[in-house]
């Protein structure tokens, strides 16, 4: 046990977290030294030095730090929207230890030095680990592939690779791609959409995109794509991920894949677990995101993936915007919403309260099989002895409203604004650190 | 009624044959030979058009004029539009003159309603992408209803309480990118009228079925029972994006030439909302012939958006 400098919360300073409940379960302590948890059990805080720093949890419900596969962190090049900074402190806020910052920056990161730049600034932020993925391709451009080896084998150790905002189109390269990361075990994470398919489009292609005269996105071009890489990766043998998978037809071309047991893996995001595109009625570009919100058979089909594994995990998708990028007509408007600060909040309102998933469950969808999928080695332990101390405690008990004024993401585009949701983040910790204390950084 | 008019899904049955029968009054003091009413002095409405429309703007600048409101025309090309100013800014100039009324013309559909989020008068929407252009559907209605004696005042309008019940209205054309064939569906249904789409099946949009009306792909087959027959205009640039094989196609299979015409009821009559591709979606001796109410249309509009304003205004108290 180390007691020693505890009582500046300094790194490796010692916790002991009294009564929480891990995954749900029967109240414990949880006793934090060195960065790993050193015990876990009903009286296991008398094992803890005296320097310890005592949180009391009781009805609290203690989770394995969640890790995000899905966000915009915006640096470099729009650090109006966000920053590595302040999109890492709203991952924390959120219950988050880890975060892939997806590569659609200025300039995009396509070389080992863009990626490990924005690794290093995660690093010095310190309010979770910030795991950036590469592009595909050089420019996001679709033409030629980016160096993939440099930057799996560069300080940010990258092995999630992604055109995400772009599909990879070409199914040549997309083949070249999948092929090419065996060699290190990346994992090529796909935007599903035939650009073809959706040129201009602006809402789900169905009855109210007809009604508002909005161009459509069908739920075909997300579809065709999917089954055409599932088939490519059966071939060359190699991992792909499907990135916020939104339509029914795509759950059911994932699940005949994984029947064959190829190496297909899929997230959702929070938003499309719950929100349909009659919100768009009101033309309020809040609700303008990419894939689209759809219709309510496809959130139910979406969950019950979710719920029976075909979808693997959630992904927020974070995508800030500044005020002047929703502030506009519908056609001009940036896709995107915020999502790192209500995703637990959301999953829990769509997944647990529904009687969908239990805790362990989606402790599992939101921190065991990310981490799997990212290689994050370090994430998605379980809450036992010896493992990393990277933990959130959340109050399952509160309602509030949600308020973007609030979060500590730099842009305020959330759908789920004025919403009431269940839940509160209460603490995190990362590596045996609070990050987030009585829902404030630490 | 509402204070804005945004969507003809919005008016009521009520409304909408209010709005009309007041058309017809006001379309009395136009045949006059001062036709200028003070209802609006002092009011001021502004013309706010991001799409090149000049027979829409003068449509409803005469609108404001007989009714003595100002009138400024605000063109969004050479001014700070053009530099770049967002819709949003422009609203709170527009607010800060004191606009009573905004017309808005814009290519992006739900323009309209982000605009009603931003200003204190009335926001009439005058198209908005393939959304709606519902005073379009109002002047179509006012047609449509003079044409077949149904006007207030005359002895149909007592047993039609004003509708358009019974009557078979059949809109032809590129329904997908359609802003006056939304408008029409949804006003026309509200007025009574049975309204039949037609249209090449990519041309239509994929959950038409929901829509309250009839959907064919065969014109000859449509054209017997229609009693109002309205002509969209077709874009050509919808060939290159393979809605269709090509212009003479779209024309041989959509396009109302005499032979077709000779297939209508007695009664019929031609509509076509302008402007028109003669030879492509309408033929120029069908668009000439005295089934046709072009021009009466356009007429009719001014007394239609006549009819808006005052409604809309009219009204209203002054505001502090």
């Not at chain 1, 590569?103 to 080992?112: E, F, L």
């Not at chain 1, 991992?239 to 997230?267: D, F, M, P, Q």
């Not at chain 1, 995190?428 to 630490?442: E, H, I, M, N, Y």
């Amino acid at each position: 046990m180390n007691g020693q400098g505890s009582a500046t919360g300094a790194p490796g300073s010692a916790w002991v977290i009294r009564g929480a409940q891990p995954l749900g379960g029967p109240a414990t302590d949880i006793v934090i030294a060195d960065g790993c948890i050193a015990a876990m059990g009903p009286h296991a805080a008398a094992d803890a030095g005296p320097g310890a720093q005592v949180l009391e949890a009781a009805g609290l419900i203690a989770l394995p730090g969640l890790v995000d596969l899905h966000a915009h962190l915006r640096e470099p090049g729009r650090e109006d929207a966000e920053t590595v900074e302040t999109g890492s402190s709203a991952a924390a806020l959120g219950g988050f230890t880890a975060v892939h910052a997806m590569a659609n920056t200025d300039p995009v990161a396509d070389t080992a030095g863009v990626v490990e730049q924005i690794w290093r600034l995660g690093w010095q932020a310190g309010h979770c680990d910030v795991q950036p993925v590469g592009a595909v391709t050089l420019g996001l451009a679709g033409q030629q592939l980016a160096e993939l080896g440099a930057m799996a084998d560069s300080q940010a150790r990258v092995r999630v690779f992604s055109d995400d905002g772009r599909c990879v189109a070409d199914p040549v390269l997309m083949r070249r791609a999948l092929e090419y990361v065996k060699a290190f075990d990346g994992i090529i994470a796909q935007h599903a959409q035939e650009p073809r398919l959706t040129q201009g489009a602006q809402m789900h292609e169905g009855e109210v995109s007809g009604r508002l005269g909005l161009t459509g996105w069908p739920a075909v071009a997300e579809e065709a794509i999917i089954a055409r890489d599932c088939l490519l990766a059966a071939h060359v043998g190699s991992a792909l991920h499907i990135c916020h998978v939104s339509s029914a037809g795509s759950v059911e071309i994932i699940r005949w894949a994984k029947s064959k047991g190829w190496r297909v893996t899929a997230e959702v995001t929070p938003h499309h677990l719950m929100l349909t595109d009659e919100l768009v009625v009101g033309y309020d570009p809040v609700y303008k995101v990419n894939p689209p919100l759809r219709t309510r058979d496809d959130v139910a089909a979406l969950r019950a993936a979710l719920a029976d594994g075909t979808i693997d995990c959630v992904a927020t998708d974070h995508a800030p915007h500044p005020v002047e990028a929703k502030e506009s007509e519908w056609d001009e408007a940036a896709f995107g919403m915020t999502g790192l600060e209500t995703a637990l909040r959301v999953t829990h309102a769509a997944m647990v309260e529904t009687g969908l998933l239990d805790w362990p469950a989606l402790a599992d969808r939101m921190s065991a099989r990310p981490a799997a999928i990212g290689r994050m080695v370090g994430h998605g332990h379980p809450l036992t002895a010896g493992s990393p101390a990277n933990l959130v405690l959340y109050d399952p008990s509160v309602r509030e409203v949600v308020d973007p004024a609030s979060h500590a993401s730099r842009s305020a585009n959330s759908p789920f604004a004025g919403m009431v949701l269940p839940g509160r983040v209460v603490s995190t910790f990362l590596r045996g650190r609070p990050t987030v204390l009585d829902g404030k950084l630490a | 009624m509402n204070r804005h008019l945004i969507s003809s899904a919005d008016l009521t049955r009520a409304d909408a044959v209010r709005i009309l029968d007041t058309a017809d009054e006001l379309a009395r003091i136009s045949d006059r030979p001062i036709k200028k009413l003070p209802t609006l002095r002092g009011r001021t409405v502004v013309n706010l058009f991001y799409e090149d429309s000049t027979r829409t703007r003068i449509s409803f600048e005469a609108a404001a004029k007989r009714l003595s409101a100002d009138v400024i025309n605000f063109s969004a090309k050479g001014s700070s539009v053009a530099k770049g100013e967002s819709l949003k800014d422009t609203a709170l100039t527009l607010e800060a003159m004191g606009a009573d009324a905004v017309v808005i013309r814009h290519s992006a559909s739900g323009a309209p309603h982000r605009l009603a989020e931003w200003v204190r008068g009335s926001v009439l929407n005058a198209g908005d992408g393939s959304h709606e252009h519902p005073t379009q559907a109002l002047l179509d209605a006012f047609t449509i209803r003079r044409r077949f004696g149904r006007d207030s005042g005359s002895a149909a309008a007592a047993e039609s309480g004003g509708g358009l019940d019974g009557l078979r209205v059949t809109i032809v054309g590129d329904i997908l990118h359609s802003r006056v064939a939304r408008s029409n569906v949804w006003l026309l249904h509200t007025l009574g009228a049975d309204v039949t789409l037609v249209a090449p099946p990519t041309l239509l949009p994929l959950a038409v079925g929901t829509w309250p009306c009839s959907v064919s792909y065969d014109l000859d087959a449509a054209l017997p029972k229609s009693d109002v027959v309205m002509m969209l205009r077709v874009q050509r640039e919808r060939m290159s994006a393979a809605y269709f094989p090509s212009v003479r196609e779209y024309s041989r299979r959509y396009g109302l030439d005499a032979a077709r015409v000779a297939q209508l009821p007695e009664r019929a009559i031609v509509m076509h909302p302008g402007p028109m591709n003669r030879g492509v979606e309408i033929a120029a001796g069908v668009a000439d012939s005295p089934r046709s109410t072009v021009v009466e249309q356009v007429a009719n509009g001014v007394s239609v958006r006549m009819a808006v304003l005052y409604l809309l205004l009219g009204g209203a108290e002054e505001r502090a």
